[in-house]
């Protein structure tokens, strides 16, 4: 993860990065290398994408141009059969694919270590505009957008944020007129092989030369992952908890409050206004008392896992783990894979996409191998998190794992009693998929299995 995203602001270091640039200006990164992106996708992948898959209109893809101070979608619906959108970019309109990791392996892997790194949910669109085009009016968004030049050139201009509240904005904003956004503190050509980098609030708006047609990558992150949103969590939770505690919180709203607080009655100097509103703030101060920040880190994350693409895995990975070095089927036999014993060195397969939360001392280790690469949306009142279950005896030695990471440790060192228990604890995590072994573990053997059988601690 910290490779990717060093590739992507290279040879910017990251900690100059995070100390004056994020979430505080625009900027750029130029570079001479004009393939240095082209690795990540190409124009020939975006046909390839079109032809091979069934992306709807307005749903995976929008075509779209933008002609004296008016966006014009085109009013088609249902499958964007690629013969027709290619026509429609011959006729200057622009393309924007949403959520292409779902069908590009390249940038799924690119935003599933993204998001290892960012702890935050990533995304990515892909924006083809034709020569002498501009695709979308100028706009802010409600993410911190990293901007991939891929193929050709693209002029963009960046404006600051027109009033404090739209800094670092939560939502996106309407489209603007040229008049309404002032005046640009950027303004740059931004050429194959280079980045570009925006903060959520930030006007931009971009468009091609009569010359080359532009072909970029805009990963996207930080939606809703800000300490307001935890708030909005701690404190939500907060209030069920002194409802629960303190009787005060139970008792009924007075029968008047309508004649005294409300925006109609605002302006009221009556004296019994004032009781409503200082009895209200008292009780917010004594709710806050209640917050539990633990339970509030455990549920935002599991809102960044729930959203979470699922986790790509290097061919090294894959030789370790579950994920490619497995039991398997071969001329009618089955081959078993290997057994860990306590020699064997382990470590969490990845760190950002497991989260073990306790609640009501029931252990639940959540974690995104199952998460899809297109997920649809999650209401408030479901969850699609998959989760391992624990004991809690067995809570120690994950933390013991979670905090030895990225080291390997052997199974021996687990922190639990019995030789068995510590083998089977690490057995359980490999068989789900969480836990690697340092060497690939050699084919097992019927005369391996038989000491299985055993509880397991997860």
């Not at 990845?350 to 959540?366: G, V």
């Amino acid at each position: 993860a910290d490779q990717a995203f060093r590739y992507l602001i290279g040879p910017t270091l990251p900690v100059d990065f995070f100390h004056n640039l994020y979430e505080k200006m625009p900027f750029t990164v130029a570079r001479e290398n004009r393939n240095y992106y082209k690795s990540l996708f190409s124009g020939n992948d975006l046909n390839t994408m079109l032809k091979e898959h069934n992306l709807e209109y307005k749903v995976h893809i929008d075509v779209v141009k933008y002609i004296k101070g008016m966006r014009l979608p085109i009013s088609a619906n249902g499958r964007a059969y690629y013969s027709n959108v290619w026509e429609d970019y011959k006729d200057g309109f622009s393309l924007r694919v949403r959520n292409p990791q779902a069908y590009n392996k390249n940038l799924w892997n690119m935003c599933s270590l993204l998001q290892e790194y960012f702890s935050s949910t990533v995304g990515c669109n892909i924006y083809l505009t034709p020569p002498k085009a501009q695709g979308f009016p100028p706009h802010y968004d409600d993410i911190d957008a990293f901007i991939v030049q891929v193929e050709g050139r693209k002029y963009w201009k960046v404006y600051p944020p027109r009033y404090p509240e739209e800094e670092l904005a939560r939502y996106s904003s309407k489209d603007f007129s040229q008049n309404e956004i002032g005046v640009p503190i950027l303004q740059v050509c931004l050429k194959a092989g280079e980045m570009l980098y925006i903060p959520r609030g930030y006007i931009h708006q971009a468009a091609t030369d009569a010359d080359r047609h532009s072909l970029h990558l805009t990963f996207s992150t930080n939606q809703l992952n800000t300490w307001g949103d935890f708030l909005l969590t701690a404190t939500s939770k907060a209030v069920e908890r002194a409802m629960l505690n303190d009787v005060t919180f139970r008792q009924s709203i007075s029968k008047d409050y309508m004649d005294y607080i409300g925006t109609c009655v605002a302006e009221s100097k009556a004296f019994k206004r004032y009781g409503l509103i200082n009895k209200i703030k008292e009780l917010a101060k004594r709710a806050m008392t209640y917050i539990d920040v633990d339970e509030a880190a455990d549920l935002h994350s599991l809102k960044f896992l729930e959203t979470s693409l699922p986790p790509t895995f290097t061919k090294i990975e894959k030789e370790r783990s579950l994920h490619g070095n497995g039991s398997y089927w071969r001329h009618g036999a089955i081959n078993l894979k290997g057994l860990i014993k306590e020699g064997t060195e382990v470590q969490l397969i990845k760190k950002r996409n497991q989260r073990l939360i306790i609640d009501d001392n029931n252990p639940r280790l959540y974690h995104t191998l199952e998460n899809l690469r297109d997920p649809r949306p999650v209401s408030e009142e479901e969850s699609l998190a998959t989760y391992v279950e624990f004991e809690m005896e067995a809570v120690p030695s994950y933390l013991f794992l979670l905090n030895k990471y990225p080291d390997f440790v052997k199974v021996r060192d687990i922190p639990l009693k019995d030789t068995l228990d510590k083998i089977s604890f690490a057995t359980s995590l490999y068989e789900n998929g969480l836990l690697m072994t340092k060497e690939p573990l050699p084919p097992g053997s019927e005369e391996d299995y038989h000491w299985m059988g055993t509880e397991s601690n997860i």
